[in-house]
């Protein structure tokens, strides 16, 4: 007799949107834009993208194994509310954000592998294939959000490197150019460029995804394009925009944030409810299409998929934030 238990984030299939719902809206918004298609890409406009925003369409099947527990937040609302501090340390740096130039863009792999390389990033889109996954996304600074992710298992990239024995963390480095994004060259006291690190185990886990799309479309230039990465068990400061480079390691990397103040925003950030942030609580969190405040859980709902990977740590409330 087959056994099926319900995963803790998930949901009765009769409290779910109905993807009839979501996909005529996708399919509106995308026709009210649309300007060509060439196989599976096409160039559109989003009805609510920011201005000058144009994406390419990215037909990806959705993984339903990945599923939420509430509605997706709205693209407008995640279109124009963004932490990206190479643009800026306001939230509203989409129309800054614009001057991204995600084509061309080399990814470069390097480090204890066997196989390093730099490689285009629609080469590595190819070799990787896409699909769509439903996660939470959850910031430290206790407002959350749901997406419509589109990419690749982080796992894939992690097999194409050959990871040495020696390795045993990623560390992961967004681009690093004043002359395109403003926030550089107005913020010289951040340590830059933007630097963020994983386990090689971490990286592996079924959750860990690199994205290259959202709401059906490449990833917005202020959401992180061409290529950022999905931690939904993490503190949104950990899931790195931009990437140009990972690094396989067997030192732990110092992150952009950590080296600022590693009280606050610490290496492992795993979301934990009964461990405050220095500066306010974390039991609670503001849906941001909603304004509506909910009880945070435990590594964002995922406890059930990544609570092994700490298993082995004596001190896990303060290993999963500080």
């Not at 190479?86 to 061309?104: N, T, Y």
Request: with cysteine; aromatic share 12%.
């Amino acid at each position: 007799m087959l056994i099926k238990k319900k995963r803790s984030w998930e949901i009765a299939e009769r409290e779910a949107t109905p993807e009839g719902v979501y996909m005529n809206r996708r399919q509106i918004m995308a026709g009210a834009g649309a300007i060509g298609l060439a196989g599976a890409l096409g160039t559109v406009r989003g009805a609510f993208a920011a201005p000058g925003d144009e994406r390419l369409a990215m037909n990806a099947v959705r993984n339903e194994a990945f599923q939420l527990d509430r509605e997706l937040t709205p693209e407008d609302v995640n279109l124009n509310y963004n932490n990206f501090y190479e643009f800026g340390s306001h939230k509203e740096i989409a129309k800054d954000a614009q001057v991204l130039e995600a084509r061309p863009w080399q990814v470069t792999i390097d480090g204890l592998v066997d196989n390093p390389t730099t490689i285009d990033i629609d080469d590595l889109i190819s070799k990787m294939g896409i699909e769509e996954r439903l996660y939470r996304h959850r910031c430290v600074e206790a407002w959350s959000m749901t997406v419509p992710w589109i990419g690749f298992p982080f796992a894939k990239l992690v097999e194409m490197a050959g990871p040495q024995a020696g390795a045993k963390y990623i560390r992961m480095e967004t681009f690093n150019d004043p002359s395109v994004a403003r926030g550089i060259k107005t913020q010289p006291w951040y340590p830059w460029p933007y630097i963020e690190g994983l386990t090689v185990e971490e990286a592996q886990n079924d959750l860990a995804f690199l994205v290259v799309g959202a709401y059906g479309k490449q990833v917005a230039d202020q959401m992180g394009a061409p290529l950022r990465l999905a931690l939904p068990w993490k503190y949104g400061f950990k899931s790195i925009k931009s990437i140009v480079k990972f690094t396989f390691t067997n030192e732990r990397p110092i992150s952009f944030w950590e080296q600022l103040q590693a009280r606050e925003y610490a290496f492992w950030a795993n979301v934990n409810p009964k461990v405050p942030h220095p500066r306010w609580t974390q039991a609670t969190e503001r849906v941001l299409h909603t304004g509506e405040r909910v009880p945070t859980l435990l590594f964002n709902g995922y406890e059930e998929q990544v609570a092994s990977l700490y298993a082995d740590k004596q001190d896990l409330g303060d290993l999963l934030y500080r």
